[in-house]
């Protein structure tokens, strides 16, 4: 593995600008690399991005381009672009001759609809070589970019990988993690997504604290018995991917899917909360992925069927909350 001295950041949006942000201190220089050459040209003149964390300045050693093959020079290539468009980048990146010793980074949160498949499986499609890991954890890039404290995992099943990213990622205001559970360091941070559309879902319908604090409950324990069967272990969903992910996506004003969720029950259609949100959520299309990955693994996830159910059989918000609530009693810890 080659020493990390830059870095080239796939996707220009908020979380690749946070991130930009971030290690700027610690590497030599930073390639944005985003679709839009017009944006990646404004970037450069004017050292901030006109769409996403447009408060935030950019230091000098980071700069734009729409231009893939950029990232053929850097030691490190980040992807953040949203999961559905990993697969694309990905090849596209592979066929351009990236070599097998770039480190590759994974932070998109979600799996593939079509093949149940994690991030890292698809860039290990492309690149059966080279040394791949992912972060996740509750890291929302308003206050990355602010230098507000966070947290981090960084989760890999190379070890000497893994130390090495955190010690990139490691800052006053930012605390990595590492983990040897790559699964389900991934599958906490998709599965999370659903949830959040869920608890926006109670607070647009007023149901009340103690509603969505049980919400919040029992979802972890669901996350936890669908990450099971889809590979991950049990410890890895009461950490920062699992339950501290959760958490923020859950009750934070800056979470997309929370954002999306409280629309939903609000009264607006799915289509008219996307449109106000203007941005990926990414729990939307997850929900899709994420419940055929139940259904195929035979595993009980109420709470994310009638998020399904209200997001793509057109059910009322009110009434799938109403039957989650009047479900047969069961067992706790069941």
């Known amino acids: 593995m080659p020493d990390m001295k830059s870095a080239a ?6 979380f690749g600008t946070a991130l930009a942000v971030l290690l700027a201190p610690k590497l030599d220089a930073i390639t944005l690399i985003g679709r839009d050459p017009n944006t990646a040209e404004q970037i450069n003149r004017e050292h901030r991005n006109p769409h996403y964390l447009t408060d935030i300045t950019l230091a000098p050693n980071i700069r734009a381009t729409s231009d893939l093959a950029a990232a053929l020079s850097t030691s490190l290539v980040i992807f953040a672009v949203p999961t559905s468009g990993t697969r694309q980048a990905a090849a596209t990146l ?7 010793d770039r480190i590759l980074l994974s932070c998109a949160k979600g799996i593939e609809k079509s093949t149940g498949d994690r991030m890292s499986q698809i860039l290990r499609d492309s690149f ?4 791949i890991a992912a ?6 890039a308003e206050e990355i970019a602010t230098s507000m404290p966070t947290c981090a995992v960084i989760g890999s099943d190379d070890h000497a990988l893994a130390v090495k990213l955190q010690e ?8 990595s993690y590492t983990s040897d559970d790559l699964p389900g360091i991934e599958l906490g941070g998709a599965i999370k997504n659903v949830y959040a559309i869920a608890a926006g879902m109670a607070h647009g319908l007023n149901l009340g604290d103690n509603a969505v604090a049980a919400l919040v409950t029992r979802a972890l324990a669901e996350m936890t018995r669908l990450g099971v069967a889809l590979g991950g272990r049990p410890e890895t969903f009461s950490g920062l991917s699992g339950v501290g992910d959760l958490i923020v996506t859950c009750f934070s004003e800056h979470s997309r899917n929370h954002r999306v969720g409280l629309a939903l029950g609000s009264g607006k259609s799915l289509e008219e909360a996307v449109a106000h949100l203007g941005m990926v959520a990414e729990g939307v299309p997850n929900t899709l992925s ?11 996830t109420p709470i994310i069927d009638a998020v399904h159910s209200i997001l793509y059989q057109a059910k009322p918000a009110a009434l799938a909350m109403r039957e989650l609530l009047t479900r047969d009693p069961r067992p706790e810890h069941s």
């Open 9 to 14: 950041i796939l996707g220009s949006g908020s």
């Open 94 to 100: 592979a066929q351009a001759g990236l070599p097998p």
């Open 128 to 131: 059966p070589k080279n040394p």
């Open 135 to 140: 972060l996740s954890g509750p890291n929302h």
């Open 168 to 175: 990139l990622f490691t800052l006053p205001h930012f605390r």
């Open 290 to 300: 994420i419940h055929q990955a139940a259904r195929r693994a035979d595993v009980r």
